[in-house]
């Protein structure tokens, strides 16, 4: 072992500690921090962000990580050093002070966008946006770009992908997708999704998604379920401390069930990354388009699988005692798959699902592009809107600010979500080779051999590859829209009878 | 205003806004952690206190320091100048190594305690008690004292207090609670305390305690109530975020109802601070005598009283239909004063409380002059107890496992628990004499006028003056015990017909 290795390593540890503790004060915010202590927890995230970003930008980090370079290393070390190097460049170009103008910019910003979405008034968001959008153009200028800003930062998300690759891949599967919604627009078996919008009281949800957790194999001696307005799943310790939150809507059980499902995907990743490399970049996940690979692969590929139901159905019967009695197993399936343009993504369902992404994407791009100012989003998100699923969001709440991300600064990760859509349907195509008997498993509620499959080939690899090349040496070809547009259309004749 | 007094002041608010994480960290471990969370909350606790440690006593401070107190101050600064002076020459004197290791010792320890409490094993925490007392000591040996090594680590939680004071006040303390409780073993009208060992189902007393901590005007926008295995409160953001615990043992009630209002006297303190002083001593409380004083005031002198149950024990019977129908409120009363020789520390009466504070107090101080090693505290706390209350634990549990702080370094901690008692009869005695229609304003449950008493003479002072200063300037006196025994012999007068 290299001693300039080590003493790297030991100075990255700390300043990852540093930031994992940005973590635990943004969890605890949004899902139990009373509304006072806002003041307050706004300075913490401004300093931790401050100091850890100075402590990663020093001159020792740089002169240990030259050192570092310059040593013998295995493989191993390498894609260490590395990703060190990405971090350390892209970071040392971002002065400190706007590090910290974008903590206390996204802390604040959090809050007043919860507040506009409750009282449905985007105004009060607006110049919060502008702010946000502001400073993210300069984060793009400061960390540069070879074709536009935006690609500044989608690489902050899905590290090495460009904006013109992610459009091209959108385009097509836009059109794509068009076509099918065309297709099943015309079928005349539909499903009748309407037994999803009957009354589940919260209390009998909550039993019933403790024990899908368990059924996927969700770590509870390492993590914990809440519940917040945005559903999401944060690590704060490690694989040790792996925290989801869901929420609960009592005339529509999909939203915590699958939202549940969705975010375990998430917390099973981080559960299974190699503790041995906490706190350095190979204890990472790769790029966010892998991390939602995996949320949606346990969301959809298992979660809205007829194989599933059939072994866990009549947990939701038992749930809900004479809700279910009239729908059977093959109704409940087409029902969770039921193909419909709605307004709300997480809970579109898994065609549509991929529009939405595709505006947020243009709108974004716009933005920071700077041919779409703050104040005219409304406009812009229901006149696309319009187009891409051919309805008009009532208000705001059900449009525009249904999302956190604008207002945490998550500007260029949207797409990661569509990308992880397409990874997991590859993933999905090649884990049927590799276990004939995938279908099988999954109605004996096997899950453990597809977990471990994932935790081979993807977990226990951390970030020692690119996502993209971790995809082409698992599947043995580069990312594309076939499989998932082959997975989606099989469903979608089965369900419709096409 | 004086620019060397601000650059100070912006220095000692960073300082103290990344020590303040430490208590968010903290009380999410103690509360809804998940397990193997501990690796990772270890290496963060560890880092924190390590960096805000270097960052107070680095040479910039200390120029800062030195500047500021060369400059023209007004009275205010001033104090707060000296205040920060006093932290600053403590600190400065333990190295930052020391303080880590107390740190990452301490998080450990205290999941070692739980685990040894759980299971009723003395043996599994003896090493890291061992340890434990080995640290302080060491901190003592950096710090200094004139008398001896207990005199540095009191000095820590309860400013400018010398154990030979402390020494001499219990003793007599001791021997007057002794002499009270002969005279109370031989009246003749006792008390019938088992109504409190009936059946009070958890979530009603949640529900019970939630409207008492409205009555005592707890600020909910302002903090949060949870559950934890030793009840405590923290203060994670200034006055904006104030947290308390308590814990539900559903056959004896006394445990929420007083564990709530006691963690709720020092939330009100907390919610009271001065916020435009946030994060400089200013800002702080005066000493833990003081605090633990506010929350016996509104545990005892008020949550205690009969004023106060007139008013409230409907809400007590409503609660819990028909387990109290047939006690009356002064037979409520006469249980929740019952006075008798108990084992558990937090649950004790009044009057026999402060006997469990000259034990610990003794031990402690042993172990740090090196007279008692660990592993002989469950003989000397079984041998004591029964000297000063009669009694023997069944069990360590019952015994010297029951309280965390030895766990977590504190010591020297202890007495400030009976000084908080003697500090809010001295205030209450006061309060009586400002407020002549006190008993009939908490009868008819106005107690925002004593709140603001407190506020105004307290609450709003920070650490403006020592603690024994303040006692005097607001009372007219030096602390004596006078206040405390009569205000507790008066009481017991009533409910044993003396």
Known sequence: MSDAYNLLIERIKSINTLSSIAFLLDW??????????????????????????KRLISDETQSLLENAEDAQLNELQQANVRE??????????????????LAETSTNAKGIWAKARERVNFEEFSPALTKMIELKRRVADCVGYADEPYDALLDEYEPYAKTKDIETLFADLGSKTAALLRTIEQATDKPDASILNRHYPQQRQETLCRQLLEVL??????GRVDTSVHPFC???????????????LENFIPSSLFGTMHECGHALYEQGLPIEHLYTPLGEFASL????????????????????????YNKVKTAFPNVLSDASV?????AIN???????????????????????FELERAMIRGDLDAKSVPAAWNEKFEKLLGIVPPNDREGCLQDIHWSMGLIGYFPTYTLGNL??????EKMKVDMPDFDELVTRSELKPILNWLRENIHRQGRRYRASTLIQNITGKPVSIEPFMNYVTAKISTVYGL
Request: proline letters at 3%; charged letters at 25%; aromatic letters at 12%.
């Open 234 to 248: 944060t690590t704060i310790g490690g694989p040790g401390d792996v925290r989801i939150t869901t929420r609960y």
């Open 289 to 312: 388009g892998l991390h939602e690979s995996q949320s949606r692969f346990w969301e959809n590929c298992i979660g809205r699988s007829l194989s599933f139901w059939k072994a866990h």
């Open 423 to 428: 990874y997991a349907a590859q993933l999905l």
């Open 217 to 222: 194999n969700f770590d509870f001696s390492s």
């Open 330 to 334: 093959e109704q409940w399936y087409g």
């Open 28 to 53: 605890d915010q949004e899902v139990l921090m009373p509304e006072k202590g806002v003041f307050a927890r706004t300075q913490q995230m401004s300093l931790i962000a401050g100091l850890s970003h």
């Open 338 to 360: 039921h193909v419909t343009p709605s307004f709300i993504r997480v809970e579109a369902d898994e065609l549509t699902y991929n529009l939405h992404i595709v505006l947020r």
């Open 84 to 101: 060190i190097r990405r971090i350390f460049d892209r970071q040392a170009r971002i002065p400190t002070k706007l590090v910290r103008e």
